[in-house]
């Protein structure tokens, strides 16, 4: 969701937002039994909290609201002002104070300490959100809602610059993704046999892009007798997908020991949507992204007779053995297959037909490509 400039992601629903102002009201309801408290609602932030919360309170009870301004945009402004608009006599009587958020503590601190000077007969304070990694003060909150992470948040009656107070439930502010690299990254997709190390070669060599081949490095990895390549055997030679994590952070590894580059080559990963989003974080750090996915397509028969075939010379125990192949595919069409959807809803997606001669996929395949930049 974006306001004004910035983008927010959901944090908290709405639901668990209402099921636990009914908890706070419920204790409340337990522990002000047979008082009368006089809730002071702080606005602006708290008026959706602060109505919410009413209606669940069920000892008598009497609310009013003040204003207090700590915040510009973002920023606390460290600028404590006095809270306006009291008009009530505290004295003697038990206060609630309706806070939607308590951050640094310091304006809260300081209003409490004002109405205190007023002779009530207690102060408790009950706050929807509470940061406390921020909160430096010995401030006593007796009811809070969550405890949250030093993040910004909006909706539920909390802003941006004013904006966002209506929102039913609570966002935060998205991690900011910004690309610093002008580099070409593709994805080389296409089930087992649909000639992706063939043409992969090719673009490699026109575009000067470094390759990230998985099923190589697990390979090699198996040839160099590695605890990786160990790992990895059982599950290839079956034909089945080693676990997401092991292949992450093995392509995590060979991202960060690849030095300046043109842009990487994807071949063989990601093969699962957790892999496409994970490799879309490892990315997002490294300050570029994927520029397209180019996806081979060859019919199911097809690509049986093209394994069987490679399987007489590339000595795979994969690509010997027909019920292998064919739960390779079956891999690929279960598991795999979401992962074009996933590029095709980013619009990333070049769908290539992969039968035919060689230089004449390579030439669609560098037409789809030079779209992309
Ligand atoms: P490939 O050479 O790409 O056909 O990969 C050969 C085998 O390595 C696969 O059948 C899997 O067992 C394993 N493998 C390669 N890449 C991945 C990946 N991205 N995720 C899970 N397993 C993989």
Same mark, same amino acid.
């Not at 992450?248 to 060979?254: A, E, G, L, N, T």
């Not at 994807?266 to 957790?274: L, S």
């Not at 192949?325 to 980013?346: F, S």
């Given at each position: 969701?974006?306001?004004?400039?910035?983008?927010?992601?959901?944090?908290?629903?709405?639901?668990?937002?209402?099921?636990?102002?009914?908890?706070?009201?419920?204790?409340?309801?337990?522990?002000?039994?047979?008082?009368?408290?006089?809730?002071?609602?702080?606005?602006?932030?708290?008026?959706?909290?602060?109505?919410?919360?009413?209606?669940?309170?069920?000892?008598?009870? &009497?609310?009013?609201?003040?204003?207090?301004?700590?915040?510009?945009?973002?920023?606390?402004?460290?600028?404590?002002?006095?809270?306006?608009?009291? &008009?009530?006599?505290?004295?003697?009587?038990?206060?609630?104070?309706?806070?939607?958020?308590?951050?640094?503590?310091?304006?809260?601190?300081?209003?409490?300490?004002?109405?205190?000077?007023?002779?009530?007969?207690?102060?408790?304070?009950?706050?929807?959100? /509470?940061?406390?990694?921020?909160?430096?003060?010995? =401030?006593? =909150?007796?009811?809070?809602?969550?405890?949250?992470?030093?993040?910004?948040?909006?909706?539920?009656?909390?802003?941006?610059?004013?904006?966002?107070?209506?929102? &039913?439930?609570?966002?935060?502010?998205?991690?900011?993704?910004?690309?610093?690299?002008?580099?070409?990254?593709?994805?080389?997709?296409?089930?087992?046999?649909?000639?992706?190390?063939?043409?992969?070669?090719?673009?490699?060599?026109?575009?000067?892009?470094? /390759?990230?081949?998985?099923?190589?490095?697990?390979?090699?990895?198996?040839?160099?007798?590695?605890?990786?390549?160990?790992?990895?055997?059982?599950?290839?030679?079956?034909?089945?997908?080693?676990?997401?994590?092991?292949?992450?952070?093995?392509?995590?590894?060979?991202?960060?020991?690849?030095?300046?580059?043109?842009?990487?080559?994807?071949?063989?990963?990601?093969?699962?949507?957790?892999?496409?989003?994970?490799?879309?974080?490892?990315?997002?750090?490294?300050?570029?992204?994927?520029?397209?996915?180019?996806?081979?397509?060859?019919?199911?028969?097809?690509?049986?007779?093209?394994?069987?075939?490679?399987?007489?010379?590339?000595?795979?125990?994969?690509?010997?053995?027909?019920?292998?192949?064919?739960?390779?595919?079956?891999?690929?069409?279960?598991?795999?297959?979401?992962?074009?959807?996933?590029?095709?809803?980013?619009?990333?997606?070049?769908?290539?037909?992969?039968?035919?001669?060689?230089?004449?996929?390579?030439?669609?395949?560098?037409?789809?490509?030079?779209?992309?930049?």
């Amino acid at each position: 969701m974006k306001i004004k400039d910035k983008e927010f992601e959901l944090y908290i629903d709405n639901t668990k937002i209402i099921n636990k102002v009914k908890e706070l009201a419920e204790q409340i309801n337990k522990d002000y039994k047979d008082k009368n408290p006089l809730f002071i609602a702080i606005l602006n932030g708290s008026f959706m909290f602060a109505g919410d919360l009413m209606k669940y309170v069920d000892v008598d009870s &009497q609310i009013t609201f003040i204003k207090v301004s700590s915040y510009v945009a973002t920023q606390s402004t460290g600028n404590i002002k006095e809270a306006i608009g009291l &008009q009530e006599n505290i004295f003697q009587r038990d206060i609630i104070i309706i806070e939607d958020i308590v951050d640094s503590g310091k304006t809260l601190t300081h209003i409490t300490e004002r109405f205190k000077e007023l002779g009530p007969k207690s102060v408790e304070i009950a706050t929807l959100l /509470h940061k406390p990694e921020m909160n430096k003060t010995d =401030l006593s =909150l007796k009811y809070i809602g969550f405890d949250i992470p030093n993040k910004f948040v909006i909706g539920y009656g909390l802003d941006y610059d004013g904006y966002g107070r209506n929102e &039913q439930c609570i966002y935060q502010l998205s991690e900011e993704k910004t690309i610093t690299k002008n580099m070409l990254n593709l994805v080389l997709f296409g089930p087992p046999g649909a000639g992706k190390g063939t043409q992969s070669e090719k673009i490699i060599d026109k575009y000067k892009l470094t /390759h990230i081949a998985t099923g190589d490095l697990f390979r090699k990895n198996l040839s160099e007798g590695t605890a990786l390549g160990r790992l990895a055997q059982g599950y290839m030679d079956e034909g089945h997908l080693v676990p997401d994590q092991v292949v992450i952070d093995m392509v995590d590894q060979k991202i960060k020991a690849t030095g300046d580059t043109n842009g990487f080559i994807f071949d063989g990963f990601p093969r699962t949507v957790a892999q496409a989003e994970a490799l879309d974080e490892l990315l997002t750090k490294n300050g570029t992204a994927i520029s397209g996915m180019i996806a081979l397509e060859v019919s199911e028969e097809e690509l049986v007779n093209r394994i069987l075939e490679r399987g007489k010379t590339s000595g795979r125990a994969d690509d010997q053995n027909i019920e292998k192949i064919q739960t390779r595919v079956g891999v690929y069409n279960k598991e795999t297959l979401p992962v074009a959807a996933y590029y095709k809803t980013r619009n990333k997606f070049s769908s290539i037909n992969g039968v035919g001669g060689i230089d004449e996929i390579f030439e669609n395949i560098s037409t789809a490509i030079d779209a992309l930049k």
